[in-house]
């Protein structure tokens, strides 16, 4: 079992940055692949960035150049640094852990892009 814990959202103007962090606790963090998703209202949920457990990253192309993905094992926590925000990019944020057929969320943190 895994809980996830998001926080760093917030209001940022256009152009601004915010830094995400996912903190994990209940089980061997660095075995997981972690995710960060994006949902924004009336939309689909959207996969924005991905690292495995080997340290591999992958993302969307909405956000390629923008976000970056990391994490940190010492402190189970994974991070998701965001530049040149869009208001495009505003959405609830939330995590995901995947290790075979297992996969645990977070509650989410809203990000507001807006002047």
């Known amino acids: 079992q895994v809980q996830l814990v998001e926080s760093g959202g917030g209001l940022v103007q256009p152009g601004g940055s915010l830094r995400l962090s996912c903190v994990a606790s209940?089980?061997?963090?660095?075995?997981?692949?972690m995710n960060w998703y994006r949902q924004a209202p009336g939309k689909q949920r959207e996969l924005v960035a991905t690292?495995?457990?080997?340290?591999?990253?992958n993302y969307a192309d909405s956000v390629k150049g923008r976000f970056t993905i990391s994490r940190d094992s010492a402190e189970n926590t994974v991070y998701l640094q965001m530049d040149s925000l869009k208001p495009e990019d505003t959405a609830v944020y939330s995590c995901r852990a995947q290790y075979g057929i297992r996969s645990y969320w977070g509650q989410g943190t809203q990000v507001t892009v807006s002047s």
């Open positions: 690292i495995t457990s080997g340290g591999s990253t």
């Open positions: 209940g089980s061997i963090f660095s075995i997981y692949h």
